[in-house]
């Protein structure tokens, strides 16, 4: 039996013939594109958990003419990813591909839309939490499926062939990098380009940006254990309280970034979850710590590891610790991303079919951004050049009041994080699918 999102999906209206013009596909196909987001916004699913998502995917290529090939992907445990790649071969000339992202946040929503997730599912530490769109990876994946129905209607405008993907994972930074392994291009062949979309809080809907060269920060993933003697909490003396050691480090990690990174490096250390401790008057043994640092540069991203190791190090001989009771670094390579690197020359071509598909007045050239993406693994370490913009997403009214009262709208990975569906899926089907064509003239 088909899951309810799958059967949802699968039965939308409009399914027209493709047959017009780009310029008035992404119009036509319009209502039911939103429909699609709105469906996939109510029934998000968590990373490495994608299935429903990525069968619609599949499914609605499948209808369009790809030749189509799920559960693409390999995770170091040895189990599969749900990605999707779709191919169309449309004669001789370059390959491209177009790459969304599919996976949702463990975040509990509270836009008030009645299209919200009230979906609930266990993370991978057991816990039960709220899931959310709240990153617009379904604006990305209705984008997507809208770009490679228009692209099968322009086959007689482009030759080359077509390389849709449909990637798991992207929020554990982990999803390209298991296609990648699972011989992604050994199978269906290497690109010759890069392209893709994120939606932002930073633009209204119906504008773009692009930032040529390094556009996204490099993301790695560090889990930090500081160790201790533990005891009663009346009697502090007796052991060495990791939780306040704990405390230390964190407020000494921040003098990384200000008192030991080059002043003109951007980067970023932050420590996003604490656990320690069982009951308010036990001292614990020990209290773990999960960080993230950014950066733009494998230099600087080195001194913030060396930095970390370091005072982790020092913190020990300072509490008088024994050497077998020194706090543990541990860099997870498997939740890293690269650093997100527009090639130029591709990137011009890019913004100069941007302005001439929207206009000169709705595309910027955007500054850089220190969230990561793992969109650049595609590009195996500058390999293969990659072309990566922004797509403007929130309600233009809403977005023009917040910015003349100095706000800002609540951005990625919030609560309250809220596209204006229809225009933005209108520019990003338009732009894409112009982006596309223009690459595979």
């Given at each position: 039996?088909?899951?309810?999102?799958?059967?949802?999906?699968?039965?939308?209206?409009?399914?027209?013939?493709?047959?017009?013009?780009?310029?008035?596909?992404?119009?036509?196909?319009?209502?039911?594109?939103?429909?699609?987001?709105?469906?996939?916004?109510?029934?998000?699913?968590?990373?490495h958990?994608?299935?429903?998502?990525?069968?619609?995917?599949?499914?609605?290529?499948?209808?369009?003419?790809?030749?189509v090939?799920?559960?693409?992907?390999?995770?170091?445990?040895?189990?599969?990813?749900?990605?999707?790649?779709?191919?169309?071969?449309?004669?001789?000339?370059?390959?491209?591909l177009?790459?969304?992202?599919?996976?949702?946040?463990?975040?509990v929503?509270?836009?008030?839309v009645p299209?919200?997730?009230?979906?609930?599912?266990?993370?991978?530490?057991?816990q039960q939490?709220?899931?959310?769109?709240?990153?617009?990876?379904?604006?990305?994946t209705?984008?997507?499926?809208?770009?490679?129905?228009?692209?099968?209607?322009?086959?007689?405008?482009?030759?080359?062939?077509?390389m849709?993907?449909?990637?798991?994972?992207?929020?554990?930074?982990?999803?390209?990098?298991?296609?990648?392994?699972?011989h992604?291009?050994?199978?269906?062949?290497?690109?010759?380009m890069?392209?893709g979309?994120?939606?932002t809080?930073?633009?209204p809907?119906?504008?773009?940006?692009?930032?040529?060269?390094?556009?996204?920060?490099?993301?790695?993933?560090?889990?930090?254990?500081?160790?201790?003697?533990g005891?009663?909490?009346a009697?502090?003396?007796?052991?060495?309280?990791?939780?306040?050691l704990?405390?230390e480090?964190?407020m000494?990690?921040?003098?990384?970034?200000?008192?030991?990174?080059?002043?003109r490096?951007?980067s970023?250390?932050?420590?996003g979850?604490?656990h320690?401790?069982?009951?308010?008057?036990?001292?614990?043994n020990?209290?773990?710590?999960?960080?993230?640092t950014?950066?733009?540069?494998?230099?600087?991203?080195?001194?913030?590891?060396?930095?970390?190791?370091?005072?982790?190090?020092?913190?020990?001989?300072?509490?008088g610790?024994?050497?077998?009771?020194?706090?543990?670094?541990t860099?997870?390579?498997?939740?890293?991303?690269?650093?997100?690197?527009?090639?130029?020359a591709?990137?011009?071509?890019?913004?100069?079919?941007?302005v001439?598909?929207?206009?000169?007045?709705?595309?910027?050239?955007?500054?850089?951004?220190?969230?990561?993406?793992?969109?650049?693994?595609?590009?195996?370490?500058?390999?293969?050049?990659?072309?990566?913009?922004?797509?403007?997403?929130?309600?233009?009214?809403r977005?023009?009041?917040?910015r003349?009262?100095?706000?800002?709208?609540?951005?990625?990975?919030?609560?309250?994080?809220?596209?204006?569906p229809?225009?933005?899926?209108?520019?990003?089907v338009?732009?894409?699918?112009?982006?596309?064509?223009?690459?595979?003239?």
């Amino acid at each position: 039996m088909l899951k309810p999102l799958l059967l949802a999906l699968l039965c939308l209206p409009g399914e027209v013939a493709w047959s017009q013009q780009p310029a008035t596909i992404e119009q036509q196909e319009l209502p039911g594109l939103v429909e699609m987001y709105k469906n996939l916004h109510a029934h998000p699913e968590l990373s490495h958990f994608e299935q429903n998502t990525s069968a619609m995917v599949a499914e609605e290529l499948r209808k369009t003419g790809y030749t189509v090939t799920e559960h693409i992907g390999l995770y170091p445990d040895g189990s599969h990813a749900f990605g999707v790649v779709g191919i169309l071969k449309n004669g001789p000339g370059p390959t491209l591909l177009v790459r969304a992202d599919m996976d949702a946040l463990p975040v509990v929503e509270e836009t008030g839309v009645p299209y919200a997730s009230h979906v609930t599912a266990k993370n991978p530490a057991g816990q039960q939490v709220g899931v959310m769109h709240a990153c617009g990876h379904d604006i990305h994946t209705t984008v997507l499926i809208g770009t490679a129905r228009a692209l099968v209607a322009a086959k007689a405008q482009w030759h080359g062939t077509l390389m849709i993907v449909g990637q798991p994972s992207e929020e554990t930074i982990d999803g390209a990098k298991a296609m990648i392994a699972d011989h992604l291009y050994e199978r269906f062949g290497r690109p010759d380009m890069v392209i893709g979309l994120h939606d932002t809080n930073q633009e209204p809907a119906g504008q773009v940006s692009l930032t040529p060269g390094p556009a996204m920060a490099s993301s790695t993933s560090i889990d930090v254990t500081i160790r201790g003697i533990g005891g009663h909490g009346a009697r502090p003396n007796q052991g060495r309280d990791p939780v306040v050691l704990a405390a230390e480090f964190i407020m000494q990690l921040q003098t990384i970034v200000s008192r030991e990174e080059d002043p003109r490096e951007p980067s970023v250390v932050t420590v996003g979850d604490i656990h320690g401790g069982t009951k308010r008057n036990i001292i614990p043994n020990e209290v773990k710590l999960e960080l993230t640092t950014r950066s733009f540069s494998e230099k600087s991203r080195q001194v913030i590891l060396d930095g970390i190791r370091g005072m982790a190090a020092g913190l020990a001989i300072s509490a008088g610790l024994p050497p077998e009771l020194a706090p543990t670094v541990t860099v997870l390579d498997g939740e890293s991303a690269p650093l997100e690197y527009n090639d130029p020359a591709l990137s011009a071509r890019v913004r100069a079919t941007l302005v001439k598909t929207i206009g000169q007045q709705n595309v910027f050239e955007d500054r850089q951004e220190m969230g990561s993406e793992d969109v650049g693994v595609f590009g195996l370490d500058g390999k293969i050049p990659v072309a990566y913009y922004r797509l403007g997403a929130m309600y233009p009214d809403r977005f023009a009041a917040a910015r003349a009262s100095g706000k800002e709208l609540p951005g990625w990975h919030t609560s309250r994080f809220e596209p204006d569906p229809q225009p933005t899926i209108e520019t990003g089907v338009k732009t894409l699918t112009a982006v596309a064509m223009d690459l595979l003239k």
